[in-house]
């Protein structure tokens, strides 16, 4: 049975490949993009909260301004 050498530009090809995936391997285990994506995802966490209590407060405002309203028509 004879062996053959792989031609030379499998064997690039395998080095191409391999470099390909250790740098995959490298940005997966970097957690600084984690991060980021957690901060973004507590900030908007953050603004859906203020805007429902913004809005429950617009509310408020609104149905007290129109009984004061009333009642200054009222005198």
């Known amino acids: 049975m004879l062996i053959r050498a792989p031609r030379p530009s499998r064997v690039n090809d395998v080095r191409t490949l391999e470099t390909k995936m250790q740098k995959i391997r490298t ?3 970097n957690s600084k993009g984690a991060t980021a994506i957690e901060y973004g995802l507590i900030a908007a966490l953050i603004a859906v909260a203020a805007i429902a209590a913004m809005q429950g407060l617009g509310n408020s405002l609104n149905k007290t301004f ?3 309203s009333t009642n200054m028509k009222a005198t």
Do not use: P
């Open 27 to 29: 940005f997966l285990k």
């Open 66 to 68: 129109t009984n004061v």
